[in-house]
């Protein structure tokens, strides 16, 4: 049945013809672009965020004869998403800002302007899948393209924006989907995907955090024994299981294990002290009702392989104890529990 559907439109090849997709299919499509964040210079190059991104969402828009609107949620986005970035770093921990994103900012925005234009659908060009259970309820499954898989970064999107969603390229490859944008005559099908984060398109962290929280946060860094093996200028600059930039010159493979924000102490040492056995999430978002305690795996990063753990939840979030340990827990990455193809929930590593 062809519905009104608002169609979040990035200005990248997926957001368009995922709009491609179901306008071929009948739907009634409204493309909206946020304007999340403004890039300049030469960060503004092909990168999501600039300028030539919204004007690649109207190009698309115009060519697909569908109305195209911009909104303005650069003071969300700075507030919700931007400055926990920052915060996180400054504390020592990894922050996720594209499952914040998702969760606080792109869809319970689009979710009250589909609202007030009388969408009943909001579409997006994630690669994730969601089908009903028996009962109507929505499951969000994964793309079936591994290396393009997005439900880790939804796990957070409540059930009742879930439910409106449709997601038209979940079943399909990344070459698949450049395919029918050529096919649908989408003027950015050839695009160039972006790699790092929208606000961040240098990937220097580091130098980000400090441009916007300027002081004085140098700390030692240490072995397991507690001896200084140098220092450094902020803890902004490490994450767990990182080796290289550690400023340290030669001697043996070091790795951070641990970052102490009470003292700014860094603490590094062998790779195999890198594993752990359990994991604590707070900020918890279930999906669908589960157990006290029950089976599952459990995804710490986005590109990690889920592994088998038995969850137990408790009053702040869960407990998730893995079957063997886990490589580089990071404070602050989401950890996603999935039961096969389907995520169940998730939260923050605490």
Not at 8 to 22: C, I, K, N, P, T
Not at 49 to 62: H, L, N, T
Not at 303 to 321: C, L, M, N, V, W
Request: proline content about 6%; charged content about 25%.
């Amino acid at each position: 049945m062809a519905e009104r559907v608002l169609m979040a439109m990035s200005g990248g090849v997926d957001s368009s013809v995922a709009a491609a997709l179901l306008h071929e299919a009948g739907h009634e499509v409204v493309g909206v672009t946020l304007h999340l964040w403004d890039a300049s210079g030469a960060q503004q190059v092909g990168r999501c965020c600039a300028p030539e991104d919204r004007e690649d969402a109207r190009r698309s828009a115009d060519a697909l004869g569908i109305p195209h609107y911009v909104l303005d949620e650069r003071e969300a986005f700075a507030a919700e998403v931007v400055a926990p970035f920052v915060e996180g770093y400054l504390r020592g921990t990894t922050p996720s800002p594209c499952v914040v994103c998702n969760q606080h900012v792109k869809l319970g925005r689009l979710a009250a302007v589909a609202d007030r234009l009388g969408c009943t659908r909001i579409g997006t060009g994630h690669y994730a899948r969601i089908e009903r259970d028996p009962s109507g309820l929505p499951r969000l499954l994964r793309g079936v393209d591994g290396r393009k898989d997005q439900s880790y970064f939804l796990h957070g999107v409540p059930s009742a924006i879930l439910a409106r969603l449709v997601l038209p390229l979940g079943g399909l490859t990344k070459d698949q989907t450049r395919s029918e944008g050529r096919r649908l005559g989408v003027p950015n099908w050839d695009k160039t995907d972006s790699q790092e984060l929208c606000f961040v398109p240098d990937g220097d962290i580091a130098g980000f955090v400090r441009a916007r929280a300027p002081g004085e946060r140098s700390g030692r860094i240490i072995d397991e024994t507690g001896a200084e093996l140098g220092t450094h200028a902020g803890l902004e600059a490490f994450t767990v299981g990182q080796r290289r930039g550690l400023g340290l010159g030669g001697g043996p493979p070091r790795y951070v294990l641990r970052i102490v924000p009470e003292t700014r102490e860094v603490v590094v040492g062998q790779g195999d002290a890198l594993g752990a056995g359990t994991l604590r999430a707070r900020e918890v978002t279930w999906l669908r009702e589960v157990p006290e305690a029950f089976e599952a795996a459990v995804q710490i990063r986005h590109h990690h392989t889920p592994a088998p753990a038995r969850i137990e939840r408790d009053p702040a979030g869960f407990r998730a104890t893995f079957a063997s340990p886990q490589r580089a827990v990071s404070p602050g990455q989401a950890a996603v529990v999935y039961l096969g193809e389907e995520v169940l929930g998730g939260g923050i590593i605490s």
